[in-house]
Nanobody, 123 residues
Framework: QVQLVESGGGLVQPGGSLRLSCAAS????????MAWFRQAPGKEREFVTI??????YYADSVRGRFTMSRDDAKNTIELQMDNLKPEDTAVYYC??????????????????WGQGTQVTVSS
């Protein structure tokens, strides 16, 4: 059974850091396109970053502040978030493009999602 579980969210002050983890089961993370999305109240789910074909791509809003990585031994995807801003406040979701189809920047391309973890950036 394919399953994704995010963890690591919480409350942090502006300029602070958080590290999110996405634990995968039922498949090998390194073989698939893995992405992070986020969704703030009243807004559409927004692309954050994706690991694809040995490369990592970032949304303009997070480039230079967020870093996505993969831990093959643990079969997890990580998201290191530095210099956090209030506008980063959202529920963060891990997702897998399991069938390799669709536009990778759109949430509709992803078949499996985690439950989400809340990130709140506030003073």
């Amino acid at each position: 059974q394919v399953q994704l579980v995010e963890s690591g969210g919480g409350l942090v002050q502006p300029g602070g850091s958080l590290r999110l983890s996405c634990a995968a089961s039922g498949f090998t993370v390194s073989l698939y396109n893995m992405a992070w999305f986020r969704q703030a109240p009243g807004k559409e789910r927004e692309f954050v970053t994706i690991a694809r074909g040995g490369n990592t791509y970032y949304a303009d809003s997070v480039r230079g502040r967020f870093t996505m990585s993969r831990d093959d031994a643990k079969n997890t995807i990580e998201l290191q978030m530095d210099n956090l801003k209030p506008e980063d406040t959202a529920v963060y979701y891990c997702a897998v493009n399991y069938d390799g189809r669709g536009v990778i920047y759109y949430s509709s391309a992803y078949e499996h999602w985690g439950q989400g973890t809340q990130v709140t950036v506030s003073s």
